[in-house]
């Protein structure tokens, strides 16, 4: 085999392997970085203080989460991950939180509701959920869970805006 053929060969393996790892999902779309839905972020929170369901701290995703607003008027919630961004479009408005939710279903059949919920004021705290145990429901627009024995919960912590981040001592 030629070099140029076994490269392109490889690349389409890794391609493949990589597209069947990738959890179906219910509620949003996992999109390459760079390709996420663009518009007017109108808050910017970080995952942390997470405990499992008997209240044992546990080290959460950690990561950062963006609720954008699109040209549409439609709300997203953007959370980048290693190598691709989960953009979460299921979405309820209740006056204070937005509510985002998503089902991600592996290859294997294991299925995992997140729950998002993110203060409209962007200076609150919000909470990150993770259930494996729910019940879902079709709604007019995407679908509603409820659990009652969530497996994580953690804290929405809201980023400072870059001009308030205290100097350093």
């Known amino acids: 085999m030629s070099r140029p053929l076994l490269k392109v060969t490889t690349v389409v393996v890794l391609l493949l392997s990589a597209s069947c790892s990738s959890p179906h999902v ?5 999109v390459v970085r760079g390709e996420e839905p663009a518009g007017e972020v109108l808050g910017t929170f970080r995952i942390g203080s997470c405990s499992d369901a008997r209240g044992s701290a546990l080290s959460g995703p950690g990561g950062p989460v963006r609720v954008v607003r ?3 008027d439609t709300l997203v919630l953007l959370e ?3 190598r691709d961004v989960l953009s979460v ?3 309820r408005d209740d006056g ?4 985002f939710q998503v089902i ?3 290859k294997s059949g294991s299925r995992t509701l997140r729950e998002y919920r993110v203060p409209v004021d962007p200076t609150t705290q919000g909470t990150f959920t993770v259930a494996h145990d729910y019940q879902k429901r079709d709604a007019q627009k995407g679908f509603v869970a409820t659990y009652s024995a969530p497996s994580m919960v953690c804290a929405l ?3 400072a805006p870059r001009g308030d981040i205290p100097a350093a001592p």
């Open 89 to 91: 479009d299921n979405v």
């Open 96 to 99: 204070q939180m937005h509510t």
């Open 104 to 106: 991600l279903e592996r």
């Open 26 to 30: 219910r509620g949003g779309a996992v």
């Open 80 to 82: 980048p991950r290693d």
């Open 70 to 72: 699109r040209k549409d």
């Open 157 to 159: 912590l809201p980023d």
